[in-house]
């Protein structure tokens, strides 16, 4: 167990629907990271949220949204989903911003959209 | 802007061989340098990282070699095992401290 939990862990879906990950940060981390893994791919940066503030997006599109809450746990929405968005998603957190520290990732959301 | 390029993108290695993964960095701002190693279906894991006030670092089998002025750094695997076979990815520190992650090197150890 890394410390961060994310539920579900599969999730099966129909296209055109909308699904909502969620994960939940280490104890003490500030930082949630998202990032997306399609079949055989590397690990595309989604956006990272710090202490309830967006600080970075990446290549997300705009048919995804985010947040992270007051307790810091942080909640990954997918919407109109399309076929391509089957794919391994993992959330990450990490320390302390400005510090360098390494992430720590979650198990996983495998989301199959059919 | 922050680009991590990797090489090799796949490995193949007998067991018993030295492997190495090589990788660049665009950010000269970058000051921390993890690796990561993905099992299938699996989650990364930290399994070693540098920091750039460091050359070089060691634990056990693998160790991470830094050049900042050629902005690359390098993964050694020494004595490889079939269960070191997995997705290795590099990752260097971005604005916000970020990561910026490689594209991921598939290694396959033999028996």
């Known amino acids: 167990d890394s410390g961060v939990t994310q539920t579900p862990k599969h999730l099966i879906t129909a296209t055109g629907q909308r699904v909502t990950l969620r994960c939940s940060p280490r104890?003490?981390?500030?930082?949630v990271y998202w990032y997306q893994q399609s079949l055989d791919q590397g690990l595309q940066f989604l956006i990272h949220y710090y202490n309830g503030e967006e600080r970075a997006k990446g290549n997300i599109l705009e048919r995804f949204s985010a947040q992270q809450f007051p307790d810091l746990h942080s909640e990954l929405n997918l919407s109109s989903l399309e076929l391509g968005d089957s794919a391994l998603y993992f959330c990450?957190?990490?320390?302390?911003?400005?510090?360098?520290?390494?992430?720590?990732f979650g198990s996983g959301t495998r989301l199959t959209v059919v | 802007g922050e680009n991590v390029e990797q090489h090799p993108s796949t490995l193949s290695v007998q067991e018993g061989d030295s492997a190495v993964i090589k990788c660049t960095y665009s950010?000269?701002?970058?000051?921390?340098f993890p690796w990561y190693k993905q099992e299938l279906g699996k989650r990364p894991q930290l399994i070693i990282d540098?920091?750039?006030?460091?050359g070089e670092k060691k634990d056990q089998r693998i160790a991470v070699t830094l050049n900042k002025t050629a902005k690359h750094f390098s993964l050694h695997i020494t004595e490889t095992q079939p269960e070191d076979s997995a997705v290795y990815f590099c990752?260097?520190?971005?604005?916000?401290?970020?990561?910026?992650f490689g594209t991921g090197t598939r290694l396959l150890v033999s028996p």
């Open positions: 950010d000269s701002a970058s000051n921390y």
């Open positions: 104890s003490g981390d500030l930082s």
């Open positions: 990752a260097a520190s971005g604005s916000f401290q970020k990561l910026v």
């Open positions: 540098i920091r750039s006030n460091v």
């Open positions: 990450a957190s990490s320390a302390t911003r400005g510090q360098g520290y390494g992430y720590t």
